[in-house]
């Protein structure tokens, strides 16, 4: 089975989710290719995006959150193709070659944008591939009804599928399996033997602190508030690329013991030690942070998607988000006053996890693939 994964490059999520699928394809037999779409089709607009995107979301979170907002609300027109439709539709002819050429069995995309040239295609029947979108965050984006001509649209979870009725899809189309993640994070080592790797007392609570591969947010000041906190606990922090946010929190005169970390690859290792994160709510973090049973403190959430990850996490009993009237030292304070609430968490998290979402996703490709059978696993998940 040959296997095209579309992504775009619009922060790191949906790389992140292509390439955990590519490499789990390739570990069951399967030839799998990862394109960058819009690098391929158009380096200028590769890089706008990209570039646009970090800037949005990191310098201009209004303005991102307004235009988000607005791109909810838009209302499609059947009859009217939209005008990133109509831009899609350009981009398709260029695609198609690349296609045609490698000639895979099933396309699967991971940003909408991706999958809107894709179902340009699929609508003029220029292919006969299996064609799979993926959700890389708790709600259907803004567009997603521009994918209905897409066989099949995989969900981070069942309630997903009201929305995805309400965009227009049908139920047979929903697939609800997770958002890929690497395998890693399915497996779990004790609280006691991950702590015992990285050095940490065996016997103390442990927060880990996650800011993102770019290190986003004022991680010192963050620091500084759980160290009010009159509990006594450790604290991992995770500075990703921002070393100066690193050698700040380096230079810190604390009460509290701090591991502290540049970008590491051994994150599984890091939850596994923990009670609880703090972290944005990314799509991806909070699907590995779910697989690991680690209960979540949202902050910093970005406006938009990630306020929709917010909406689902915290409505389903999953995390706590620290917001102006409830500061961080607050929600540390709350859930480690009462140890029922961080199990009602667990509990909650066991509902919803689909610590398996990548093997499943590709054993759905790989079969529909070489025997057009819609087979899902009933250990799906589990």
């Known amino acids: 089975m040959k296997a095209l994964v579309l992504s775009i490059t619009a922060g790191q999520g949906h790389n992140a989710t292509a390439k955990a699928v590519c490499a789990y394809l390739e570990s069951i037999g399967c030839e799998a290719e990862m394109l960058d779409t819009f690098n391929y089709l158009n ?6 995006v990209s570039k646009g995107y970090l800037l949005t979301a990191s310098k201009t979170k209004l303005l991102y959150k307004s235009g988000y907002r607005l791109a909810e609300k838009r209302k ?14 350009l981009l398709a002819k260029k695609l198609l070659r690349f296609i045609n050429s490698y000639d895979p069995d099933v396309i699967i995309c991971t940003h909408i944008f991706a999958g809107i040239i894709l179902d ?3 609508e003029k029947r220029e292919t006969k591939a299996k064609c799979i979108g993926i959700l890389t965050d708790f709600a259907f984006h803004p567009f997603w009804e521009e994918g209905l001509n897409l ?6 979870n069942e309630l997903l599928t009201a929305q995805a ?8 189309q929903v697939l609800p399996l997770g958002i890929p993640i690497h395998p890693k994070f399915a497996n779990r080592i004790s609280q006691a033997e991950a702590r015992a790797r990285l050095g940490l007392d065996l016997n103390k609570r442990t927060v880990l602190l996650m800011s993102g591969s770019m290190g986003y947010g004022n991680i010192e000041e963050t620091v500084n508030a759980l160290d009010s906190v009159a509990y006594d606990f450790q604290i991992i922090t995770v500075c990703g690329n921002n070393s100066a946010a690193k050698a700040k929190i380096d230079a810190m005169k604390t009460k509290k013991r701090i591991l ?13 030690a923990s009670d609880c994160i703090i972290t944005k709510p990314g799509g991806l973090t909070s699907s590995e942070a779910m697989a690991k049973g680690l209960p979540m403190v949202i902050v910093n959430p970005i406006p938009g998607q990630e306020d929709r990850n917010t909406e689902f996490l915290t409505n389903n009993g999953v995390a706590m988000a620290v917001t102006h009237t409830l500061p961080l030292d607050e929600v540390i304070y709350h859930l480690f006053s009462n140890p029922r609430r961080l199990e009602i968490m667990r509990e909650s998290i066991s509902l919803i996890a689909k610590p398996n979402s990548t093997r499943d996703i590709c054993e759905f490709s790989k ?5 057009g059978v819609e087979i899902i696993d009933e250990t799906a998940s589990v």
């Open 76 to 89: 499609k027109s059947k009859s009217d193709a939209s005008p990133i439709r109509a831009g899609s539709d």
């Open 151 to 156: 066989d099949y649209v995989v969900v981070p």
């Open 43 to 48: 380096r200028i607009l590769g890089e706008t």
């Open 367 to 371: 079969n529909i693939a070489e025997n």
């Open 260 to 272: 502290n970390l540049g970008f590491v690859d051994y994150v599984d290792v890091l939850m596994d």
């Open 165 to 172: 009725l309400k965009k227009g899809f049908s139920e047979k």
């Open 120 to 122: 340009v295609l699929k």
